[in-house]
Each structure stands twice: as C-alpha cells, then as structure tokens.
C-alpha cells in the first residue's frame, strides 16, 4: 500500500494516488480510501496524464486496465517517490540515512559467496533501502532491467556504460583429489584435451577455449566435457564432486582451495585473467544510496 504524500511535487503527489488507483483496483475505491470525492480523484488523474502527455488508463464501468505508459509509470512510480523522499530529506536536514530500491546485477557464484552478505550488511545499515539482486552469469541489459549496479567480469562491449574498474581477477584451474587421483594431473594446457573440462556457457556464448600466459607467450587451449551449464556454481559443485575440471574466478573457489576441497593446477601457466568492474547506467549522477553501495562494493572487491 503506497498512500499519498503530502508536501511532494503535485505531480508525484499524484503519482502516489494513481498507485492506489491501482492496488485497490479503481477511483472509487481509492477514493473512499484517501478520503476524497470521485471527482478529485478523476480530476488528480488526468491531471497526471497531462503531466505525462499520455493516457495512463483505459476505464470501463466494471473495470480499470492499466495502458502501456500507464505499466511502465506504474512500475517506476515507487523508485521516483523514493528517490524524492532521499533527496528532499539531504536538502532540507542533511540526514544521513538512505531510502528506495537498489537493484543489482551480479555473476551467480560472485553473488552468492561475496555480494549477498555485503548487501545484507548494508540493508542492516540502511533499512529504508529495498536491495533486488538479480544473480546470472549471462550479462543483463542494464537499461532494460532498470539495473542500478552491475557486477562484471571481462570486457565492456557497450561504452555508453558508466564503467568502474577494480582491477583483475584471479582465475584457477582446478579439480578434485578425487578426480586428481583417478585421472592424473595435466602438466601443461596442452594436457587438457586429454580431460574432462566443465564448461560455462554465458548467455549464447559456449566457452570453449581456455588461455594461458606460458614464459610471457599466449597459450589458447581448446577444451571439451561432457558438462556445460550456465550456472557457475553448478561447475563448481560438479568439480568438487569430482566430475572434471575448472577454470573458475578465485573469489569462487578460493575457499575450497585453502580447505583442500580443491587443488590448483597449472599453476606457472597462469591463466589469462579477466576485468572485474562495477556498471552503471550512463549519466554521471546517482541516487546516493547506489553511490554509497558501489563504495562498500570497489572496498571489498577491489
């Protein structure tokens, strides 16, 4: 339930009764709720249609059917409110407390093992913030998916993105004893043909290469298996299982490393390393409560 605010732009103002036009399913509903005649409310309405240069709702006697422009306002509307109430609250006082919705994009097993407890500490922080963490290992449309921050490894293809870079990122291969003991251990990549590798598949790119840096010469490995998923920590459980090997992000594995669950392979053959960076949508200026996020995030990653 989202009520009115009083004191906000007219605009938002009216923003928050087309909320609850909404949620209670018609004007006369939210009418009786706000306490307002029928009338105010059509009028407050196409007040904000106006405002919006579009209509935002097709009405029936029986029904009210959100238009296009009408879901996407519906949609946005809470992160507008909020990001108001932010603002106005440093305006006026100074405050330091932080409101509204963060939405985040990160790798599934970086997301799991690193973001989630740096995001619950920061929510524990600021609890008028809303963290939605959307965790995949393909590369989600920042702008479609309305993201705040996004948590990449590798090359940035789009350079209207407003990048962040923390430096680069670790990788090992790496098995089982298990699978050391049946199998044997690859001296060198070119070893790796002879071995079951578990590979990732991100989005609609199959990763099927693998490069090392051999005596300062680039190394690219052809590898294959019998497993491929678009799950990094799926790889990673079928490798401690003992399915295969692979090659995975030391932020991933580097606690069943240092536990032994893992053992590092090729090690004077490091493999090649990748960007780990923060993304952002273009524009130089954020929402406070994204700045401040991206800050706890480039401490504990960088």
């Not at 963060?102 to 920061?122: K, N, T």
């Not at 479609?144 to 990122?169: H, P």
């Not at 990673?236 to 932020?251: E, T």
């Not at 590092?264 to 273009?282: A, G, I, M, T, Y």
Request: with cysteine; glycine share 8%.
């Amino acid at each position: 339930m989202v009520p009115s605010h009083p004191g906000l732009p007219m605009h938002l103002e009216h923003l928050g009764l087309f909320i609850r036009i909404i949620e209670l399913g018609s004007l006369a509903a939210a009418a009786r709720a706000e306490g307002f005649s029928a009338t105010t409310v059509s009028e407050r309405l196409a007040a904000l249609e106006s405002h919006y240069g579009t209509r935002l709702l097709n009405r029936t006697t029986r029904a009210i059917h959100l238009t296009e422009a009408g879901r996407a306002l519906y949609e946005g509307a809470p992160r507008l409110l909020a990001e108001e109430k932010e603002l106005r609250s440093r305006i006026r006082s100074g405050v330091t407390s932080l409101a509204g919705p963060l939405r985040i994009s990160a790798p599934l097993d970086l997301g799991r093992v690193r973001i989630v407890p740096l995001l619950d500490r920061f929510l524990a922080q600021h609890p008028a913030v809303t963290g939605d963490l959307l965790l995949s290992d393909g590369n989600l449309d920042v702008l479609a998916e309305s993201i705040d921050i996004a948590v990449r490894f590798g090359t940035l293809r789009d350079s209207t993105l407003g990048v962040r870079r923390l430096g680069n990122d670790h990788r090992a291969v790496c098995a089982s004893p298990d699978y050391l003991a049946t199998h044997g251990v690859p001296k060198t990549p070119a070893d790796l043909a002879n071995h079951n590798c578990l590979r990732l598949r991100f989005g609609r790119h199959l990763e099927r290469t693998w490069r090392f840096q051999t005596a300062g010469r680039e190394e690219t490995i052809l590898v294959s298996g019998d497993r491929i998923a678009n799950d990094g920590g799926l790889v990673r459980q079928w490798c401690l299982d003992g399915r295969g090997i692979a090659l995975k992000s030391i932020w991933d594995v580097g606690d069943d490393l240092r536990a032994g669950r893992l053992v590092e392979l090729l090690r004077d053959h490091s493999p090649q390393p990748k960007s780990l960076q923060l993304v952002f949508p273009p524009g130089r200026s954020h929402p406070r409560r994204v700045q401040e996020f991206a800050d706890l995030l480039a401490r504990e990653l960088r």
